[in-house]
């Protein structure tokens, strides 16, 4: 029995899943097996992965289409390996990265959680830069206060976990629409059992396109904003140490989505916000900071970019002349 699990999701994976699967079977480590979620693929991806040979692949395929949480919750289901982790099939593993991951679980064998640094990459392979610097271990704590001061960079790949932790906290939680956060709950309840080990070196590259982020719904990543605090919210009930990282970092956190998810709904047009503005959206981010017991601390309208978003999307005619603006100059302003 091979002592990892390598778990790639895919729906359409067209020619990124490729290199993301000659990236994971080029390991220098080959002591794993490949679980290939295929959902209902419609562009050959299916058809190419069988034509793999590789007998460490094992494809999982839906006989129907499913959502992008519902295939990922499949990762509960299927057997797995003693250490798992996910990968997102536009991404790419470097050749040593399980071999480094082995490393480390072997010098650290009580830790729930391991890590790497890693490169951000463009649609066309390019590095556009480095993940923020790690240190070498955090505990649960230390985790989230990282996340939540913005002094790491954490995705959905990249992380390798116990299979039978990534169980016993009931997998991805599913709440969240598009898997916004969802990824970083998973973390730091996983993080919270032991610690987080990171290698200095960058062994995989994330994919971030030009256009994903416009494809979450405003809507979306509102809801999926507020899921996050109440995860927050019930976290710093039953444990003191984040308790006190919440108080002291939970203001900075809210302060920096309401400064992104103004600036976001300005750049969208009115028709396709579900109803969401930008001074809701503030007076709704008032109500979370109480929920995460940060209200004193949190003053939104202190911040200048935000009190201009607000103005400019007040009228309808300095909202048009700021839309007409970005289409002429796009870069930020």
Known sequence: MSKYSIILPVRNGGEYVKQCVYSVLAQKHADFNFLILDNASSDGTYEWLQSLTDER???????????????????????????????????????DFLKTIDDLIQSNPSASLFHTHFN???????????CKPMKSSYNGSEFLDAFMNSTIDSMGTGYVMRSKDYDAVNGIPLKYPGLLFADFELWVKLANINRVIVSNNSLFAFRVHQSATSKSLDSNLHTALKLFVSFLSELIKKDEKMKQVVSQSGATFLLNYCKSYSHRLLRTDLKKRDGLTVTNFINESYLLARKLEVEENYHPDKISSIRV???????????NIFLLLKRIYPKPF
């Not at 057997?79 to 593993?93: A, R, S, W």
């Open 309 to 319: 978003a607000k103005i400019i999307d007040s009228y309808l005619l300095s909202r």
């Open 57 to 95: 692949i094992i494809l999982f395929p839906s006989d129907k289409s499913l959502t992008i949480e519902q295939n990922w919750a499949r990762a509960i289901d299927v057997p797995k390996n003693e250490y798992m982790t996910l990968i997102g099939h536009d991404d790419i593993l470097y050749p």
């Open 120 to 130: 951000f990459i463009d649609a066309d392979g390019n590095i556009s830069r480095s």
